[in-house]
């Protein structure tokens, strides 16, 4: 059965750092993988996905997520947090292939920009 | 223009009232979804309607009822509401032939049961 895990419900950095939310899936065949972001009060949007081609997708806003099998990763990273990344952060992952096609998601990580 | 709007935007009511939610998108996607989002930001699928026609139905009790009249339109009827109902309830589209696609989420519906 498929499943998403993501490493770390709180993440906590400074402005300018480093971002890099965690996330890892288990899928007897390598699936699509999404990250959405939810900010206060509002609805999720997708931030990046993978499906075929190349692992290092490009998002918005300056996010990336790299998509490795053989470690079944598919890691959220930005060079430098802004204080507007402050937000709620899901990866989910669907099969793409068989009859279940149902989108799994993740608990969420919490990030917090501090100034 | 609005993708996928949702009425009302918040809800507070009393235990053992009924109350609907109702979602719309202008998106011309074919697939619409209803999820629950706890106070701990836990996602959870609760209907999928793929042209009118219910695809997804999870195990939530039969006092939600779910109904869409045209596949631009899903709506939500929750009767005799308990204080466990009280949540964010989203809505989302997309087109379900497209494996990859997105979801378009709306701006979520809280609700709150006193």
């Known amino acids: 059965a498929q499943s998403v895990t993501q490493l770390g419900s709180h993440v906590s950095v400074s402005e300018g750092a480093l971002v890099l939310l965690r996330c890892n899936y288990s899928?007897?065949?390598?699936?699509?993988l999404f990250w959405y972001v939810q900010y206060p009060n509002q609805g999720l949007q997708l931030l990046l996905k993978?499906?075929?081609?190349a692992t290092l997708v490009k998002g918005i806003n300056g996010f990336e997520a790299e998509f490795k099998k053989s470690e079944t990763s598919f890691h959220l990273t930005k060079p430098s947090a802004h204080m507007s990344d402050a937000a709620e952060y899901f990866c989910?992952?669907?099969?793409?292939?068989?009859?279940?096609?149902?989108?799994?998601w993740g608990l969420g990580t919490s990030l917090a920009v501090n100034p | 223009d609005t993708a996928v709007s949702q009425t009302p935007k918040y809800l507070v009511t009393q235990m053992g009232n009924d109350k609907s939610i109702k979602c719309e998108q202008n998106l011309g996607h074919d697939t619409m979804y209803w999820y629950k989002q706890d106070s701990k930001k836990f996602l959870k699928i609760m209907f999928s309607y793929n042209n009118k026609e219910l695809i997804i139905n999870e195990t939530v009790p039969n006092r939600f009822s779910p109904k869409s009249p045209d596949k631009a339109h899903l709506n939500l009827h929750i009767n005799s509401l308990e204080l466990g109902d009280s949540a964010v309830y989203f809505c989302?589209?997309?087109?379900?032939?497209?494996?990859?696609?997105?979801?378009?989420f709306g701006e979520g519906s809280r609700l709150t049961v006193l």
């Open positions: 899928s007897s065949v390598p699936p699509y």
């Open positions: 993978y499906t075929t081609g």
């Open positions: 989302a589209s997309r087109h379900r032939a497209t494996n990859t696609g997105e979801l378009f």
């Open positions: 989910a992952v669907r099969m793409n292939a068989g009859n279940n096609r149902k989108l799994i």
